[in-house]
T-cell receptor, first 113, second 114 residues
Framework: GDSVTQMEGPVTLSEEAFLTINCTYT??????LFWYVQYPGEGLQLLLKATKADDKGSNKGFEATYRKETTSFHLEKGSVQVSDSAVYFC????????????FGSGTRLSIRP | SAVISQKPSRDICQRGTSLTIQCQVDSQVTMMFWYRQQPGQSLTLIATANQGSEATYESGFVIDKFPISRPNLTFSTLTVSNMSPEDSSIYLC???????????FGQGTRLTVV
């Protein structure tokens, strides 16, 4: 079945460091791909999304490119801030169904000042 | 976009009791979803709630433990019944406007069972 595999955490970086969180997926057809973020004590909110191959989603300095050839959707940011400390979830919405979003295991990111 | 109001935001409950969580949406949606997020874990789908029909439960979740109501297109409740400490989790409601669309989430209910 469809699945999402996400880089294990926790990840700790210094402020202004470069961030990569790896995400790969298994799915039939052409799923939509998402990154969600969960700040401490809050619910999930969409960070960015891509709906077809080679699309690049971007928001708040974060980027991810839908790579069908490698079935990947890695999250990157060139210079992280303390306020980026959160849990990040990679997710997919299968092409064949509008009724589910499948989440990765989540990666906890902590940024040191 | 959609706004989902979920309550309560947190609760501490005695084992053996039940808690009902409510979600109100500011627009009409066909399907709503209930997720569980155990401490330090990802989100696990409990069930899909369709208006006017019984909820569809995922493997490992049963109606007797997690009864769901969906009386109209803007409201749903999830009850966690006969609670035990293992039910301590964050419970989230969600909606998905359509295929390929982003999901919207309530703020979550942080449940602690003692």
């Amino acid at each position: 079945g469809d699945s999402v595999t996400q880089m294990e955490g926790p990840v700790t970086l210094s402020e202004e460091a470069f961030l990569t969180i790896n995400c790969t997926y298994t799915a039939t057809g052409y799923p939509s791909l998402f990154w969600y973020v969960q700040y401490p004590g809050e619910g999930l909110q969409l960070l960015l999304k891509a709906t077809k191959a080679d699309d690049k989603g971007s928001n708040k300095g974060f980027e991810a490119t839908y790579r069908k050839e490698t079935t990947s959707f890695h999250l990157e940011k060139g210079s992280v801030q303390v306020s980026d400390s959160a849990v990040y979830f990679c997710a997919l919405s299968p092409y064949s169904s509008a009724s589910k979003i499948i989440f990765g295991s989540g990666t906890r990111l902590s940024i040191r000042p | 976009s959609a706004v989902i109001s979920q309550k309560p935001s947190r609760d501490i409950c005695q084992r053996g009791t039940s808690l009902t969580i409510q979600c109100q949406v500011d627009s009409q949606v066909t399907m709503m979803f209930w997720y569980r997020q155990q401490p330090g874990q990802s989100l696990t789908l409990i069930a899909t709630a369709n208006q006017g029909s019984e909820a569809t439960y995922e493997s490992g979740f049963v109606i007797d433990k997690f009864p769901i109501s969906r009386p109209n297109l803007t409201f749903s409740t999830l009850t966690v019944s006969n609670m035990s400490p293992e039910d301590s989790s964050i419970y989230l409601c969600s909606l998905l406007p359509g295929q390929g669309a982003e999901a919207f989430f309530g703020q979550g209910t942080r449940l602690t069972v003692v």
